[in-house]
């Protein structure tokens, strides 16, 4: 029956989303069921996309890319697929009326992994918007259930809660992008001598994504801010955790924040949003 490969092709990006990022995982089961199978849907198709460029080191990922694009279009043009994860990918583009634009957005910056490996501004905000941006974008699709008036209302703000949580990766992954898949994200920065005012200008920056950011997760349907807030609240002790380190030590090392600190992270934070307070 093809409910049953529904189903499981759900619980394949389910399963992805849960493996790969337990922090996001936990704030999604705060979602009603039918918004926690989009996310996922979406979360898995981006998943297996960042692992063709940042792990399949050995294969021929150019090719691979662009072999998962052609099936990404085909998937949605068609309405199905064999490949579990675009299959439900392509049903959550298509019911709630995903831009492809954002898909093509994604999918370029992905490429952009492929061949660049440092960035002046333009390709840097190019980057962050392909990457990241347009992922909250679609999940803001669903979250809104398409109230278009809504989404371009909210869009501002999901722009800058994406492009904050992305910054905050490359600050915790600098090591790692630097050293293994020789990446440097941020324009114009000196990984032999990391400057403090440079570090400065980028923490700054951050800090006003997260600011705005905040002004449109308070005005998201119930159904969805509580989840999004925490993954926000979480996020932001990541990075102040991280500007308060030394630069060349939060560097050398991945920071991560404790389970212990998680947890409560998350009840602070349900708590806060069934008060109205946050």
């Given at each position: 029956m093809k409910s049953l490969y529904d189903q499981i092709s759900y619980e394949t990006s389910e399963h992805l989303t849960k493996e790969y990022s337990t922090s996001?995982?936990?704030s999604i089961?705060?979602?009603?069921k039918k918004l926690r199978k989009a996310i996922y849907a979406i979360y898995g198709f981006v998943r297996v996309a960042d692992e063709i460029v940042d792990?399949?080191?050995d294969y021929d990922q150019g090719n691979m890319l662009n072999e998962f694009k052609d099936e990404t279009y085909k998937a949605i043009e068609r309405g199905i697929s064999t490949n579990p994860v675009l299959h439900c990918f392509q049903e959550v583009v298509r019911k709630y009326?995903?831009?492809h634009e954002l898909i093509d957005a994604f999918l370029h910056s992905m490429e952009m992994d492929?061949?660049?490996?440092?960035?002046?501004?333009?390709t840097y905000e190019e980057y962050i918007y392909g990457s990241a941006e347009v992922v909250g974008l679609m999940c803001l699709k669903v979250f809104l259930n398409g109230d278009e008036a809504e989404y371009l209302r909210l869009k501002p703000t999901a722009k800058s809660l994406g492009s904050a949580f992305q910054k905050v990766n490359f600050l915790r992954d600098m090591k790692h992008d630097y050293q293994n898949l020789e990446r440097?994200?941020?324009p114009g920065m000196d990984m032999v001598s990391l400057?403090?005012?440079q570090m400065k200008a980028i923490y700054d920056d951050i800090e006003k994504d997260f600011d705005y950011a905040l002004e449109g997760i308070e005005q998201l349907p119930k159904s969805s801010r509580g989840a999004v807030y925490i993954a926000y609240k979480y996020y932001r002790r990541l990075f102040a955790k991280i500007r308060k380190m030394d630069t060349q030590k939060a560097f050398d090392?991945?920071?991560?924040?404790p389970n212990a600190i998680k947890f409560r992270i998350l009840c602070s934070s349900y708590l806060r949003h069934q008060l109205n307070v946050l």
């Open positions: 996001f995982s936990l089961l705060l979602m009603p792990t399949f080191l009326n995903i831009d492929l061949y660049r490996s440092q960035h002046d501004q333009s440097v994200y941020f400057s403090p005012e090392q991945r920071i991560r924040i």
